[in-house]
């Protein structure tokens, strides 16, 4: 394998394929991204086993050629070293080669890499083929989907399905929902008729993907027995499913409340932040206390000593109360909103409560409130 | 105590006061900040013994108040809290006033926050008067010093005294030193006569105080028996000394050379970084070779690979020659040069070289080989 290439479009591919190499791996092999150029381009490919990417550069976009003065071939190199290698070279244009399959030379007018690099044969067969329905999505409401969601799921590995976004395709509708038992965030998509499925995806890993599609208009997504296959552009990302069930929360959003509050989103994220400064004894935890006349936020240290936050601007309908929550949780749902006013809708001082967009129904985030005696 | 104060004035002096502020204090009481108003106005101090920093704000600035409404007095506050919610804050016009001597409040029209304070009275003395010889330097100059040298001296206490900076005012010139005894940096500075003095300052708070008084003209530096002072606006920043005499370090940078060395700073620090992605298993360790035909930067990794670099443009006098450093103290002392060209003396392999800055004569930086076999 040989090829003369345009440095910057190999290094936004090495970026690309980056995203699934992990610091330690248990398989050594996988340290490496393989390298393939045949027919097409040249493939590069990068793994963890959880997550794979493989991405394309053709020989020429438009009238632009990329690679050229090339010979067929593949191999497998260091990753973390030829990525660092590319980013810090200066030349427009760089050349690869392979000499006996046991060295790779990366070099431009003034410097020469010479790197060992492994057969291709050894690295393992990661099966990115397409198969199954196909689902296609604007990028946009992709992002806004795995933005809307994913936080809420959990992070620790004690309950693994509770780590994945759980994805249901059905009569038009494509729900995800993620919850770490204490918090669940749920949104939906219309999508057509006739697209059937459910799967649980690690919430990490779509956060991934929507990093890597943002440069693109459209994300085709279909579904193996084991796996989510994520196709946009040049590129395609693999990601394990989550084995299980995914509990059953369709009961969880309360169907009704006695208590709602209407308040400016930013106002609220702002006067929490200030207040969790003193939530030092119990990490997050504020209280929220609203009637007619007013709504506050609160927070106490025993040692340090108290915060009262007044919200100048809110519409309150029911009685006075009290609830405590993780101030995390809450700031987390109300910014996943994406919207200047949030409505919060309460059953009692220690029931799930709602917090909704008031202008966007698809969109649902409901948080467990803590005890504080 | 109480007063009314323009927030931003408030926020800019308590971070200069952080800076003294450390994570952990053996003495608790220096986890606050002491805070005075008294006729000139409200002086914020902090410190951890090593270092003290004590900073005022006046009354009125030209025409405009900052802070109204006040009464004398003093009290002890929490720094990393307060300053969380100074910052956090939003409007233009806090107030702040101490309660009976254990409560204060921090409020504007939206927040009220009671922090338990302590009596001034528990603050330990901190003797920040100016003694002694007082040198005033402009700050661009006083920058520069501590740029050009801080960076060479050690941060590990085995031997503490290098850690300082030695400073010696003599003869109308001051010098500092800095070195960890694998590299030395020295820098010289015209100042008027009869200033004399030694001492050995720890580098890592002369950098905190070129951070603090960038924004002043001028610094004035004093010292006592064991404290160096700086003043600048309405800031006083008091630092220890290192005890110890420092050693003789006016034979090492060597007086002749046998090779000497041209090149473009930008290009050899370039070179030498993305040679050093190949140093591995030794790390930082990088080779220079050159000769009348070539100059070449080289690294090795028996596991990974080599890499060669070629600088094109440069002026070599002298027999060929190889040379191994540690990259980082290389391109620390190339950096710290600030010139475009740099020039290296070698005496030979294994002996100290000299980089110095082509056109300018007042900074030398000297670095050992590493032996590669």
Same mark, same amino acid.
């Given at each position: 394998m040989r090829f003369t290439i345009k440095r910057e479009e190999l290094l936004k591919a090495?970026?690309?394929?980056?995203?699934? &190499?992990?610091?330690?791996?248990?398989? $050594?092999? @996988?340290? !490496?991204? *393989?390298?393939?150029?045949?027919?097409?381009?040249?493939?590069i490919t990068g793994s963890n086993y959880d997550l794979s990417v493989m991405t394309m550069i053709p020989y020429t976009k438009g009238e632009e050629t990329i &690679?050229?003065?090339?010979?067929?071939? $593949?191999? @497998?190199? !260091?990753? *973390?070293?030829?990525?660092?290698?590319?980013?810090?070279?200066?030349?427009?244009?760089?050349?690869?080669?392979?000499?006996?399959?046991?060295?790779?030379?990366?070099?431009?007018?003034?410097?020469?890499?010479?790197?060992?690099?492994?057969?291709?044969?050894?690295?393992?067969?990661?099966?990115?083929?397409?198969?199954?329905?196909?689902?296609?999505?604007?990028?946009?409401d992709f992002d806004l989907l795995v933005d809307q969601t994913a936080f809420a799921a959990s992070n620790k590995e004690q309950r693994p399905i509770l780590?994945?976004?759980?994805?249901?395709?059905?009569?038009?509708?494509?729900?995800?929902?993620?919850?770490?038992?204490?918090?669940?965030?749920?949104?939906?998509?219309?999508?057509r008729e006739g697209v059937e499925f459910?799967?649980?995806?690690?919430?990490?890993?779509?956060?991934?993907?929507?990093?890597l599609v943002s440069d693109y208009s459209n994300v085709s997504i279909s579904f193996s027995d084991k796996k989510a296959l994520f196709a946009f552009g040049d590129t395609l990302v693999a990601t394990r499913l989550v084995a299980g069930d995914y509990p059953n929360t369709k009961n969880i959003v309360p169907k009704f409340s006695n208590y709602t509050l209407e308040v400016n989103a930013q106002d609220l994220v702002k006067a929490i932040?200030?207040?969790?400064?003193?939530?030092?004894?119990?990490?997050n935890v504020v209280n929220l206390y609203m009637d007619g006349e007013r709504v506050e936020i609160s927070a106490k240290s025993s040692q340090v000593g108290s915060a009262t936050e007044n919200l100048e601007i809110f519409r309150y309908e029911g009685e006075s109360l009290s609830v405590s929550f993780n101030s995390e949780f809450v700031c987390a749902a109300v910014k996943a909103l994406g919207s200047q006013d949030v409505v919060f809708s309460f059953v009692?001082?220690?029931?799930?409560?709602?917090?909704?967009?008031?202008?966007?129904?698809?969109?649902?985030?409901?948080?467990?409130?803590?005890?504080?005696?």
């Open positions: 090495l970026s690309v394929a980056s995203r699934a &190499i992990t610091g330690k791996t248990p398989i $050594a092999v @996988l340290s !490496n991204f *393989k390298f393939e150029l045949n027919e097409d381009g040249l493939f &690679i050229r003065n090339h010979k067929e071939g $593949a191999t @497998l190199i !260091n990753a *973390k070293i030829i990525n660092e290698i590319v980013r810090k070279m200066d030349s427009s244009e760089i050349v690869l080669e392979v000499i006996d399959s046991t060295i790779a030379t990366i070099s431009d007018k003034k410097s020469e890499y010479k790197l060992n690099c492994v057969r291709p044969e050894e690295y393992p067969d990661l099966d990115l083929e397409i198969s199954g329905t196909e689902l296609t999505l604007p990028t946009a780590t994945a976004l759980n994805l249901e395709a059905s009569n038009g509708v494509l729900t995800a929902v993620a919850t770490d038992s204490a918090r669940l965030a749920r949104k939906t998509l219309p999508i459910v799967a649980n995806v690690p919430a990490k890993m779509l956060v991934e993907v929507s990093h932040d200030r207040a969790n400064i003193l939530s030092l004894e119990r990490e009692g001082e220690m029931k799930p409560f709602v917090i909704r967009n008031a202008s966007d129904d698809s969109v649902v985030q409901v948080v467990t409130p803590v005890r504080t005696y």
